[in-house]
């Protein structure tokens, strides 16, 4: 039956529904426990896992190969899955029994002569050989709970690597989007300061004719070198994200893409067709796979703590041969064999039993309320981010029209200066402004941009496969 939480919203409680089929049953306020027997179907489904693609950048998708191939965060996650994969097959070898060989060769002297008996002494040799064999038969399924339990786990760091690449490949994308940012207003700079010293230029043959005053030529450098000053924490910048890619792809920097090293456009930031938060996430986001595959694992340790009060059916077995003869040993009358089942239960053992039971519950449903917190968050960081993303879409169309009026204005307060019509407060106060628009517009793209890449994290990967309303 479903697990009953407290306190959940009504999309999260139908999902979960959905992704996880569980033998539970809970109080409303989670603190007790009626049966402990988990199965848990997670479909790992297939998100849009070239989501970044989207984006229509080569430079980003190569930036993306390298660190999805390079990346030591990565490595470490692929490690830990294979080492989570290897424990279900320790897991899995309790099915079968044990089974070692042997074999020996002793050589024997016995001292018999005495004073008394004067008896010569003997050496002889012994020659063995056998096998033996340990089975323990898994009646009521403890193998069988252990072997879930590592699955579990297993499904759980697997889910943990995909968010591990998940969250690279966003840093990745997001760090990229910030250097074209910083380089597109370092552009902006350099085209601005150059156009202002034009006007410095106009400034001063107007002072030295006569036409204008010294103050004129001050505002219109103050301009001037305000901008300049902005160049060099950009170029600073720019170098400082380079080396971040270095360090997120996992390569050195002559191995990033040349084109890096070129102006490009920032991609076009385009309406997401999501209405509301999807439901899918729920089916698809690793940190709610991992969370539910968790809570299968402590199920399942419940289940083996409990599975403690049971007896336990060995059966032990064993076939050899000896002889103190090398040639007699595999004749008939050397062979020798035991077969010894047993059957062990253990009635007291301090509490210590119960009291495994209890800390595997505890954990169990503290882990339940974990996965709980996860669903909400989860339900949230879309939300933001589908949020946010539609604001900074029409603060881009305001600061769009607002860069056009101000350009406007700057030519337009150029033109009357330098017909004498106007005084150059005008320009000075346009030519800040343009600039600040520009920079205004250029931040705001890159905010958008990096909302979505946001939005793809929260969603577990892109939305063209989700359907919308």
């Not at 897991?91 to 016995?110: C, D, F, H, L």
């Not at 509301?276 to 289940?303: K, L, T, W």
């Not at 056009?404 to 346009?430: C, M, W």
Request: proline share 3%.
């Amino acid at each position: 039956m479903p697990v009953r939480v407290k306190k959940i919203l009504p999309f999260i409680a139908a999902t979960a529904c959905a992704a996880v089929t569980a033998s539970v049953s809970f109080a409303q306020d989670n603190s007790t426990v009626s049966r402990e027997n988990w199965t848990y179907v997670s479909p790992y489904y297939e998100a849009d896992s070239n989501w970044w693609t989207d984006f229509g950048d080569s430079t980003l998708d190569s930036l993306i190969e390298l660190g999805r191939a390079n990346s030591y965060d990565i490595a470490a996650a692929v490690k830990r899955v294979d080492a989570a994969k290897a424990l279900v097959g320790i897991a899995k070898s309790g099915y079968y029994p044990s089974v070692n060989i042997s074999a020996g060769w002793t050589k024997e002297r016995m001292s018999g002569m005495t004073s008394a008996t004067k008896v010569p002494s003997t050496t002889t040799d012994y020659f063995s050989a056998g096998a033996s064999a340990s089975w323990e038969i898994d009646i009521f399924g403890k193998v069988r709970a252990g072997v879930n339990q590592k699955k579990a786990s297993y499904r759980a760091t697997r889910a943990e690597s995909e968010g591990v690449m998940l969250s690279i490949t966003a840093e990745i994308a997001s760090t990229y989007f910030n250097y074209r940012v910083a380089q597109a207003q370092l552009a902006v700079a350099l085209e601005h300061s150059a156009s202002q010293l034009k006007v410095v230029k106009i400034a001063e043959a107007r002072h030295e004719t006569g036409l204008a005053s010294a103050l004129d030529v001050a505002q219109a450098k103050t301009v001037y070198y305000s901008t300049l000053s902005t160049i060099a924490p950009l170029r600073a910048q720019i170098h400082s994200l380079r080396n971040s890619l270095v360090l997120l792809t996992g390569t050195v920097a002559d191995a990033l893409p040349c084109s890096l090293d070129s102006l490009a456009p920032l991609p076009q930031c385009n309406p997401v067709p999501l209405t509301g938060v999807p439901a899918d996430i729920i089916r698809r986001r690793p940190d709610i796979m991992q969370s539910e595959q968790n809570v299968s694992a402590a199920a399942a340790a419940v289940g083996i703590a409990k599975k403690d009060f049971l007896p336990t059916l060995t059966i032990n077995g064993a076939i050899g041969t000896s002889s103190h003869d090398a040639g007699n040993l595999f004749k008939s009358g050397s062979f020798t064999y035991s077969i010894a089942p047993s059957l062990s239960w253990t009635l007291f053992s301090g509490f210590s039993r119960k009291y495994a039971v209890a800390e595997a519950k505890a954990q169990m449903e503290a882990l339940i309320d974990d996965y709980n917190y996860t669903l909400k968050n989860a339900y949230f960081e879309v939300d933001n981010a589908i949020y946010s993303y539609s604001m900074y879409l029409a603060t881009i169309t305001d600061l769009n029209e607002t860069e056009n009026q101000s350009h406007i204005a700057l030519t337009r307060s150029v033109e009357l200066y330098k017909t004498g019509n106007s005084n150059f407060t005008p320009v000075a106060d346009a030519q800040m402004s343009f600039l600040t628009y520009t920079n205004s517009l250029i931040t705001a793209k890159g905010n958008a941009l990096n909302a979505l890449v946001s939005l793809y994290k929260a969603l577990g990967g892109g939305y063209s496969d989700i359907k919308t309303e």
